[in-house]
């Protein structure tokens, strides 16, 4: 399967400024990436879809303002907080959708603390 | 919309025996992926094992296996032997198999297992 890393693994930021986050699948062409935020004890749930080289599906009640994601190239999807809060404080998770529709790879997660 | 249910928050179990975990989902799909994934207190997400709703036959991983139920809409993954590794939040996750949802996996609220020596 692909391998997957994810940077930072913690970062902490003031509220109001930007943070972003990366996602590398490291040894497959990932054409297709999803990103997931999960909160303490809880599931996971779907933000969007990263396609290569064209704008992200977002889930419904996501602000794809506020979350912004660029899948420039089949290695790199990154996902921007903008303007974070201290409300957008979880654990975000990418995963790269594997060479069939039903394998995903998943990354080890970013902590992100708002304060 | 698809859901998952996972009525159990948290279960425990002593080393060596053996623990059902349960799961339900609601859909009106006939052609869908189900799956267990277990997540360790790394966060790190595992895929434990995966089920094909057009097969009747249940899968099976090593210690783990699945009772699928179609008509029922259940999917419990029963691990055997269970060992300390095996301490983790598991999730039942439901991927609808065509369209523009291919894909996208639908995650249940998760167990909480927990191995006791």
């Known amino acids: 399967g692909a391998v997957v890393s994810q940077h930072p693994s913690w970062v902490i930021c003031k509220s109001g400024t930007s943070v972003k986050i990366e996602c590398r699948s490291l040894d497959f062409q990932a054409t297709t990436m999803f990103w997931y935020r999960q909160f303490p004890k809880q599931s996971l749930m779907l933000m969007a879809t990263?396609?290569?080289?064209?704008?992200?599906?977002?889930e419904q009640g996501v602000e794809k303002d506020k979350f912004l994601i660029n899948h420039a190239s089949l290695t790199l999807s990154t996902l921007t907080v903008t303007s974070a809060h201290p409300e957008d404080s979880s654990f975000y998770i990418c995963s790269v959708r594997g060479t069939a529709y039903y394998e995903q790879y998943f990354g080890p997660g970013t902590r992100l603390t708002v304060t | 919309a698809q859901t998952v249910t996972q009525s159990q928050p948290e279960m425990s179990v002593q080393e060596a025996e053996t623990v059902t975990l349960s799961c339900t989902y609601d859909?009106?799909?006939?052609?869908?992926?189900l799956f267990w994934y277990k997540q360790p207190p790394s966060r790190q997400m595992i895929l434990v094992i995966r089920q094909e709703a057009y097969k009747q036959q249940n899968a099976t991983e090593n210690r783990f296996s699945v009772n699928f139920q179609k008509a029922a809409k259940s999917f419990s993954l029963k691990i055997s032997d269970s060992q300390l590794g095996d301490t983790a939040m598991y999730f039942c996750a439901f991927m609808f198999a065509g369209g523009t949802s291919y894909g996208k996996l639908t995650f249940g609220q998760g167990t909480i297992l927990t191995v006791h020596p």
């Open positions: 990263s396609n290569e080289g064209s704008k992200a599906t977002y």
């Open positions: 859909t009106s799909e006939s052609n869908y992926y």
